[in-house]
Nanobody, 123 residues
């Protein structure tokens, strides 16, 4: 009974930035690790980033490391993904997700999913 709603997607030029937000409701942030994942048309779902319940640990896909930053504000029940130096290959639907484990883990197996927000990067 965790609901996740993403926002902040849109269209940007190559090299630009976007900040995605995901607000949780219901049973929220109860020691949940959080993550961002993405899926481009015709492609498999891809792990992007994860953050631990405490916020003290994070993990990133090699393709976004150094460009994207995941953070969370438990007081606002919100997780963020700051995306800088965007590339055309970053174009995808981005999903936030939560898992019933506090750790930051590179995985596609999450227990709760948002509806997704479209990110389009033009080149």
């Amino acid at each position: 009974q965790v609901q996740l709603v993403e926002s902040g997607g849109g269209s940007v030029q190559s090299g630009g930035s976007l900040r995605l937000s995901c607000v949780a409701s219901g049973r929220t942030f109860s020691r949940n690790g959080l993550g961002w994942l993405r899926q481009a048309p015709g492609k498999e779902r891809e792990f992007v980033a994860a953050i631990s319940w405490s916020g003290g640990s994070s993990a990133y896909a090699d393709s976004v490391k150094g460009r994207f930053t995941i953070s969370r504000d438990n007081a606002k029940n919100t997780v963020y993904l700051q995306m800088n130096s965007l590339k055309a290959e970053d174009t995808a639907v981005y999903y936030c997700a939560a898992r019933n484990n506090p750790a930051a883990v590179v995985t596609l197996k999450f227990d709760y999913w948002g509806q997704g927000t479209q990110v389009t990067v033009s080149s």
